[in-house]
């Protein structure tokens, strides 16, 4: 099994850019998926990227695609989330979750039912 440790979370303006961490432990990474989902006040979660164990690219979620990018080391057992042009919208708590495979259905990639490991979050908050 893995663990999970969200980072980089902070309040910043429309406009700006965070980069957001996950750090892992207990298993080598590359043994698992991972994604990223967040979540609003009031609202489901929603699946923001996806990335198989050995890709090069993620996938995306239509409302971040061009604005988020999703890159993971498995050396350095870490994945991260590059956010610019940060929208109102894109306030929540972010979470990387961890599937047991190192292959993910796209079909299913952003849905949070499919995932077996939950880091607990980091804050993201965006406000003028």
């Known amino acids: 099994q893995v663990q999970l440790k969200e980072s980089g979370g902070g309040s910043v303006q429309p406009g700006s850019s965070l980069t957001l961490s996950c750090a892992a432990s207990?298993?080598?990474?590359?043994?698992?998926?991972i994604a990223w989902f967040r979540q609003a006040p009031g609202k489901d979660r929603e699946g923001v990227s996806c990335?198989?164990?050995?890709?090069?690219?993620?996938d995306y979620d239509d409302s971040v695609k061009g604005r988020f990018t999703m890159s993971r080391d498995n050396a350095k057992m870490t994945v991260y989330l590059q956010m610019n042009s940060l929208k109102l919208g894109d306030r929540g708590l972010y979470y990387c979750?961890?599937?047991?495979?190192?292959?993910?259905?796209?079909?299913?990639?952003?849905?949070?039912?499919?995932?077996?490991?939950w880091g607990q979050g980091t804050q993201v908050n965006v406000s003028s």
């Open positions: 990335m198989n164990s050995f890709a090069s690219s993620a």
């Open positions: 979750a961890a599937f047991r495979g190192q292959i993910i259905d796209p079909r299913v990639g952003l849905k949070p039912s499919v995932y077996d490991y």
């Open positions: 207990g298993e080598t990474l590359d043994a698992y998926a």
